[in-house]
């Protein structure tokens, strides 16, 4: 497949993946909040994008023995540090301040399984 097309999937897999979360996180885990528009969605989604495909190999690389050691659950550890950065970056940014908060760490691993669960059948399609 051609490598623009794979950025677009991963980007639209992350937005599908976080207005799941979203939609999903009010009726079982509430604390997982994200109130925007497509347009702000879809730059969240960028910015999840760019922090896999930056910060992910770094952490894995630190947090690897952990990861051995749990037999691969270690790598949920490290999504869920991505997650958790995600609207600490967005919040920096004028237009999505304030639009996508995360209250509670039960929400945290509700949104993390979520996202990792379809990240990983996107790469898995790609």
């Known amino acids: 497949m051609h490598w ?3 950025i ?10 976080l207005w799941i979360a979203n ?10 909040i994200l109130h925007t528009t497509w347009a702000q969605l879809a730059v969240i989604a960028l910015i999840l994008a760019l922090l896999n495909f930056i910060l992910k190999p770094i952490l894995t690389l630190i947090l690897g ?6 037999l691969g ?12 950065l995600l609207p600490v970056i967005a919040g920096h ?4 301040h304030g639009s996508i908060t995360i209250e509670t760490i039960p929400a945290l691993i ?12 996107i790469h898995l399609a790609v």
């Not at 677009?8 to 599908?16: D, E, T």
């Not at 659950?73 to 958790?84: E, R």
């Open 23 to 32: 939609k999903y996180s009010a009726q079982y885990v509430p604390g997982f």
């Open 93 to 96: 940014l004028d237009f999505l």
């Open 110 to 121: 509700f949104t993390t399984l979520i996202v990792s669960a379809i990240n990983f059948v």
């Open 4 to 6: 623009l097309v794979k």
């Open 8 to 17: 677009v999937l991963v980007i639209a897999g992350n937005g599908c993946a």
């Open 73 to 84: 659950l270690g790598i949920l550890i490290v999504n869920a540090v991505i997650i958790y």
């Open 65 to 70: 023995p952990l990861i051995v050691l749990t």
